[in-house]
């Protein structure tokens, strides 16, 4: 595991790391709003094709993975402190939201939680299950929120259903709408590989899960003008799919 930057309270949860959680499964993002998508070129179908598949899943998602934060220390960990580093009641963007657990919890430590998904089924059972937090349709690629609008922004595991040519315009978006003085916490899975699934939690899908690079990642960032202060990769826990996970803590250039 590395770790640098000037979060202190990071350095003490590499005890967590040890402990078991649950399997990370992740929806992106994609609705069109008037920013960026516009000029991006790509081809909607993989799109559709995430979006179906979420749609499909979207109930069994929930009854599957609602609690997994329970059973992920370290993720628990870096959300409680970005809501101590935002402040309360904050404006937070889970992106890629998927039901909205995350955004949940992000409500309950006192912000005013926004979670933004793909899948407009994610969205109405977010709606339904979690109703202090505020959920939006949107793509990563044009999210549908203002200049500046957010103190912070997690998306965890939400870039790993784009291709890598799509990178910069997402974090391009995420830099945007969050405030010179907001915080990314961006997640996905450590690698250079991508895994097909045709069959998931009953249903049949149409999803390709993209690892990337963190150094690439890194870099990438950089080009959207966000100055990475906290790096960490850790090893998969007992109960989860055998990848590496990666976690970068980011801030707007100055």
């Known amino acids: 595991m590395s770790i640098r930057g000037r979060f202190p309270r990071i350095c003490c949860l590499s005890s967590l790391l040890a402990l078991p ?72 963007a889970d992106v890629g939201c998927g039901p909205g657990h995350v955004a949940a919890f992000l409500a309950s430590l006192g912000t005013k939680a926004v979670g933004i998904d793909l899948s407009e089924q994610m969205i ?72 097909q699934r045709h069959e998931w939690l009953g249903h049949e899908v149409d999803l390709t899960f993209r690892f990337f690079e963190p150094t690439r990642v890194v870099e990438l960032l950089e080009q959207a003008e966000f100055e990475v202060e906290v790096s960490l990769v850790r090893r998969h826990y007992p109960q989860e799919v055998e990848t590496r996970r990666a976690y970068l803590l980011a801030r707007p250039a100055r």
């Open 21 to 92: 959680s649950l399997p990370v499964a992740c929806a992106s993002v994609s609705r069109r709003s008037d920013h960026s998508a516009a000029s991006h070129n790509k081809s909607p179908t993989a799109h559709e094709a995430v979006r179906r598949s979420y749609d499909a899943v979207a109930a069994d998602y929930l009854a599957t993975f609602a609690d997994e934060l329970t059973r992920k220390p370290l993720d628990r960990a870096l959300l409680r402190m970005l809501a101590e580093e935002t402040g309360p009641d904050a404006p937070v």
């Open 124 to 195: 109405q059972i977010g709606r339904r299950s979690f109703p202090a937090a505020e959920f939006r349709s949107g793509d990563l690629l044009s999210l549908p929120a203002d200049e500046g609008e957010f103190a912070a922004v997690v998306a965890f595991y939400s870039i790993i259903h784009l291709e890598p040519d799509e990178l910069p315009v997402a974090f391009g978006e995420l830099r945007r709408i969050l405030r010179p003085s907001g915080i990314l916490l961006l997640s996905f899975h450590a690698g250079d590989e991508a895994r």
